[in-house]
């Protein structure tokens, strides 16, 4: 079975900061990986995936993520984060691309 | 444009009550799913539905029912044997390429 991990719960940054989310997962298999984000009271919109091939991986609003395979991680970063990036996120692995697995979100506070 | 539409956004019921929540998709997306979400627990998987008049129990599918009578359409049933049923609840499908959900905007069910 799979399960994903991500060990921060909450993370406060200032505004135009770095900032990286960790996800780490596990799994006997190969695996796809996926970073959703989640404002309130909405739906999961996908920020980025990873399939196959490069194992650094760029999505939307300035998110990238790079797949480790031999540390079973697949990290959630952006250079300089804005006030709007203030959301839930969600690290999900799939191994058939048919059933998802989540973990139990990071939720991302952007200090002006 | 396609999508996911859940419906109510918000829907309260009292204790003992059976309540259905609405799930439709105009994605021609074979395969659609029901999760539950709550806080600080990501989310968990109901049940879902690979093909029309077939569907499989998730990890919590104890005290809800579904059904698959036609492609664009997964509706939810919440019954009284759901113990703790206040939550949000989302809605999500999977197109032919596999490659990450579709969500819907969610359904914040409150119980009273």
């Known amino acids: 079975a799979q399960s994903v991990t991500q060990l921060d719960s909450q993370v406060p940054v200032f505004e135009e900061a770095p900032v990286e989310l960790r996800c780490n997962y596990s799994s006997s298999v190969s695996v796809y990986l996926f970073w959703y984000v989640q404002y309130p009271n909405q739906g999961l919109q996908l920020l980025l995936k990873y399939l196959s091939g490069s194992t650094l991986v760029k999505g939307i609003n300035g998110f990238e993520a790079e797949f480790n395979k031999s540390q079973t991680s697949f990290h959630l970063r952006k250079p300089s984060v804005h006030i709007s990036d203030t959301a839930e996120y969600f690290c999900?692995?799939?191994?058939?691309?048919?059933?998802?697995?989540f973990g139990t979100g990071t939720s991302l506070t952007v200090i002006p | 444009d396609g999508g996911i539409t859940q419906s109510p956004k918000y829907l309260f019921r009292k204790e003992g009550q059976n309540v259905t929540l609405s799930c439709e998709q105009n994605?021609?997306?074979?395969?659609m799913y029901w999760y539950r979400q709550d806080p600080g627990q990501g989310l968990r998987l109901i049940y879902y539905?690979?093909?029309?008049?077939?569907?499989q129990k998730g990890d919590i599918a104890e005290g809800y029912s579904v059904s698959r009578e036609k492609k664009e359409s997964f509706p939810l049933t919440v019954t009284s044997a759901q113990k703790n049923p206040t939550a949000f609840y989302l809605c999500?499908?999977?197109?032919?390429?596999?490659?990450?959900?579709?969500f819907g905007s969610g359904t914040r069910l409150t119980v009273v």
């Open positions: 539905s690979q093909i029309v008049n077939d569907f």
């Open positions: 999900a692995v799939s191994v058939t691309g048919n059933q998802f697995y």
């Open positions: 994605l021609n997306h074979d395969a």
């Open positions: 999500a499908s999977i197109g032919p390429t596999r490659y990450g959900y579709t």
